[in-house]
T-cell receptor, first 116, second 109 residues
Framework: GAVVSQHPSRVICKSGTSVKIECRSL??????MFWYRQFPKKSLMLMAT?????????EQGVEKDKFLINHASLTLSTLTVTSAHPEDSSFYIC????????????FGPGTRLTVL | GQNIDQPTEMTATEGAIVQINCTYQ??????LFWYQQHAGEAPTFLSY??LDGLEEKGRFSSFLSRSKGYSYLLLKELQMKDSASYLC??????????WGAGTKLIIKP
């Protein structure tokens, strides 16, 4: 089946640095990818929709200058957390819709970000 | 390899009960999640099981057997709004999420 990967799986950084998280669709093309933030035992919060070849669409309350998204190819979207702060520490998950059915989503394994 | 299996699609009748099964093979286990996802929306957290047994929360219950690598989500008194995809996800030893492909639940009047 379709696989979505994320890299890195875990990252620890100092406050003020920037961190880039990659999301790749391994065996299918994804013109759209979604970025979520997961809080412990909570629903996934949709942050933004990444569109290949155009600007990302951000959800209300998500700072686009803080969470930079680049969808450079049909298999890669990146999320860069700029000037990270401890409150940005979280689990970030990406997903991509399948090509066979409109409502099928394939989720990545997630990236755990810890900002010291 | 790591694997999560759940049925692709299920159909049930309004007012009835449905059980969605999830079996898993992962490197380590740090909990199992069930999410509900309506088309075009973000997944909604339903339950988290880390110990064996049944967790009941209103009309929804989730069961876990770690020795069998098995979980189920039980939905009672089905309502039309319960039509959605139900995702099973396991946290492995590195706290990475291994996702099932989701079960599309269709509720008929």
């Amino acid at each position: 089946g379709a696989v979505v990967s994320q890299h890195p799986s875990r990252v620890i950084c100092k406050s003020g640095t920037s961190v880039k998280i990659e999301c790749r669709s391994l065996d299918f093309q994804a013109t759209t990818m979604f970025w979520y933030r997961q809080f412990p035992k909570k629903s996934l919060m949709l942050m933004a929709t990444s569109n290949e070849g155009s600007k990302a669409t951000y959800e209300q309350g998500v700072e686009k200058d803080k969470f930079l998204i680049n969808h450079a190819s049909l298999t890669l979207s990146t999320l860069t957390v700029t000037s990270a702060h401890p409150e940005d520490s979280s689990f970030y998950i990406c997903s991509a819709p399948g090509t066979s059915e409109a409502d099928t989503q394939y989720f990545g394994p997630g990236t755990r970000l810890t900002v010291l | 390899g790591q694997n999560i299996d759940q049925p692709t699609e299920m159909t049930a009748t309004e007012g009835a009960i449905v059980q969605i099964n999830c079996t898993y093979q992962t490197s380590g286990f740090n909990g199992l999640f069930w999410y509900q996802q309506h088309a075009g929306e973000a997944p909604t957290f339903l339950s988290y099981n880390v110990l064996d047994g049944l967790e009941e929360k209103g009309r929804f219950s989730s069961f876990l057997s770690r020795s069998k690598g098995y979980s189920y989500l039980l939905l009672k008194e089905l309502q039309m709004k319960d039509s959605a995809s139900y995702l099973c996800a396991v946290q492995d030893s590195n706290y990475q999420l291994i996702w099932g492909a989701g079960t599309k639940l269709i509720i008929k009047p």
